[in-house]
């Protein structure tokens, strides 16, 4: 049962180095979701995708891009890392529909020096 | 105002003991909510969907009050398991909206 599998785990970049984060789904889900998680803040969406070959901004979409590969891998891309971007990610996924909840990753733990 | 306020706790309750807790939404269009647990350090995860004339899951009850912009969530006989983040989750515009959660933890 994978479900939703992000990785890296953990990662720790310089400032101005770019790296791609991996998620992908093995539910047949339609819609994929980026979210960084930071102290008192919860959850903010990132990007999403509501479909194989769309893509949509979220709540805080600056310094970052996404790219829907097919329909069960989402990845989001840091160009030029910043020290503000140090924080939690997670992936989801949710099927269609009103109520579907949505399934998320263990996270990726970012820090950037 | 932010879309979802929760009330971050900590609360504090021996095993066994009954905790509500409240969250307020300000967006009177959301159509679905939702209340999600995330323990500490991984990722959140689904506890239960809230309906409109409330609904019950074993021993946590959710609530939704429309006309105050409200839902809750209540848990009875606590356990120590049940210790962790709290997440109201509505839906807004095709995405889900967070709350910062409210954190329970149960002692023995």
Known sequence: ?113 | RKEVEQDPGPFNVPEGATVAFNCTYSNSASQSFFWYRQDCRKEPKLLMSVYSSGNEDGRFTAQLNRASQYISLLIRDSKLSDSATYLCVLLGFQKLVFGTGTRLLVSP
């Open chain 1, 1 to 113: 049962n994978a479900g939703v599998t992000q990785t890296p785990k953990f990662q720790v970049l310089k400032t101005g180095q770019s790296m791609t984060l991996q998620c992908a789904q093995d539910m047949n889900h339609n819609s994929m979701y980026w979210y960084r998680q930071d102290p008192g803040m919860g959850l903010r969406l990132i990007y999403y995708s509501a479909s194989e070959g769309t893509t949509d901004k979220g709540e805080v979409p600056n310094g970052y891009n996404v790219s829907r590969l097919n329909k069960r891998e989402f990845s989001l891309r840091l160009e030029s890392a910043a020290p503000s971007q140090t924080s939690v990610y997670f992936c989801a996924s949710s099927g269609t529909g009103r109520n579907q909840p949505q399934h998320f990753g263990d996270g990726t733990r970012l820090s950037i020096l």
